[in-house]
């Protein structure tokens, strides 16, 4: 091998992990069984000990948007839906990730949900489970700030994790 083919291929599997470390993966492979018809989603309460009064309701539409996009499933109210989905988030704060100087350099936004899933129609496949997602920020904004900038990777990965874990089973 040569040394420009050396360098091109060095480039090309250089440039091929940095679009992958940079990419969200979003699962396509839906797994539905043909007699499930409808779903319900149930209002995502926030049970954290610190309280973003946006999460709740943008969370639980998120959610509702991209069963209704990528499902033909029909989003009903009550208690006879084949699918119910519930729960509450259980974590909303910060924490530091990095130090450099002896101050914090980098802090992480942790986001949990306790997700409650039942099938009406195959009780054997009901579960509860936590879907946990960090979000990295610079220590040099504020918590405020923050939630602010990320409230929109927030909704996008955590209803994506909770949609994967429901449809896709991962």
Not at 140 to 153: E, G, H, K, P, V
Request: aromatic share 10%; proline share 3%.
């Amino acid at each position: 091998m040569n040394k420009t083919m050396l360098k091109r291929s060095f480039f090309l599997v250089a440039a091929i992990v940095s679009v992958q470390a940079t990419c969200n993966y979003t699962f396509k492979d839906v797994s539905i069984p043909p007699e499930v018809k409808t779903v319900s989603v149930q209002y995502i309460e926030n049970r954290a000990r610190y309280i973003n009064p946006q999460l709740s309701p943008q969370l639980t539409d998120r959610l509702r948007q991209k069963i209704t996009g990528q499902t033909r499933l029909t989003i009903i109210n009550g208690d006879d839906a084949h699918y119910d989905i519930g729960g509450y988030i259980t974590d909303f704060s910060v924490n530091t990730s990095g130090i450099s100087g002896n101050q914090a350099s980098s802090n992480n936004l942790n986001v949990t949900v306790h997700i409650i899933f039942k099938n009406r129609l195959d009780e054997k496949k009901n579960f509860e489970t936590d879907i946990t997602r960090n979000f990295p920020f610079s220590a040099s904004i504020s918590f405020t700030d923050a939630q602010n900038r990320l409230m929109d990777d927030i909704l996008k990965n955590v209803s994506d994790d909770i949609f994967n874990k429901v449809f896709s089973n991962w």
